[in-house]
């Protein structure tokens, strides 16, 4: 009993913290999303892509989880997009604490989407609300078609699912019709991607999607 009431007290903190910083980026007028997945999906490598795509069409900061070193800031400092890293030491996720911290040392006034890459992970991260305006799945052909099935809570928590390294799909055995329909089955509303960072294939349509979920929270305003 002791242990669940140290979690439920922990979780409860951080609900606290979380919506704190949802209310922050209300005011702001700032879309944030946060992107899980499993460790080497190629969330960096999605990033920087995206960023170098979008750079003249919106501005976008990033907040960097890791549980070491700081090599996947280093990339996204090459974009010149402002990066703050956050390193759990150990820890699986990313807190809503942490992002508070970090989002008072981003130009927040300045930024038009916050992306958090969590730290790759596919179940602890998916428990934890940072305060963003929602979530993002990535997946990449090179896990097997099962991961829907098998950790369901952030395919159904999620905004969108990006199904990367399409590139790799004649060298893998990964049925995306499978992936996408599991998905699709636990969350009617995702938004499902295929595309390929490495080689481009699908990032348009990811794109044009972003810039429309930043326009809507504009008009919202």
Not at 160 to 170: P, Q, S, Y
Not at 193 to 215: H, Q
Request: proline share 3%; hydrophobic share 40%.
């Amino acid at each position: 009993m002791k242990k669940i009431k140290i979690e439920k007290k922990i979780l409860s903190e951080n609900e606290k913290i979380s919506i704190e910083n949802s209310l922050y980026l209300s005011t702001k007028n700032t879309l944030c999303f946060n992107i899980i997945s499993s460790p080497g999906s190629g969330k960096t490598t999605i990033l920087t892509r995206t960023i170098n795509k979008l750079k003249d069409k919106i501005k976008i900061g990033v907040i960097e989880g890791d549980i070491q070193t700081d090599i996947d800031a280093q990339r996204i400092k090459e974009t010149e997009a402002p990066v703050i890293q956050i390193n759990t030491e150990g820890s699986c996720h990313l807190s809503a604490a942490q992002v508070s911290k970090a989002l008072k040392e981003l130009p927040v006034d300045n930024l038009d989407l916050i992306i958090i890459e969590n730290v790759g992970n596919l179940v602890c991260p998916s428990a934890f609300e940072l305060g963003e305006t929602g979530k993002i799945a990535v997946l990449s052909v090179a896990e097997g078609d099962d991961k829907p099935a098998k950790y369901p809570t952030i395919f159904a928590k999620s905004k969108a699912l990006l199904i990367n390294k399409i590139d790799l799909l004649e060298h893998v055995d990964f049925d995306i019709d499978r992936a996408i329909a599991d998905a699709g089955r636990m969350n009617k509303e995702l938004k499902i991607f295929p595309i390929s960072a490495k080689t481009g294939e699908g990032m348009d349509a990811w794109n044009n999607w972003l810039i429309e979920e930043v326009r809507n929270i504009h008009s919202v305003k």
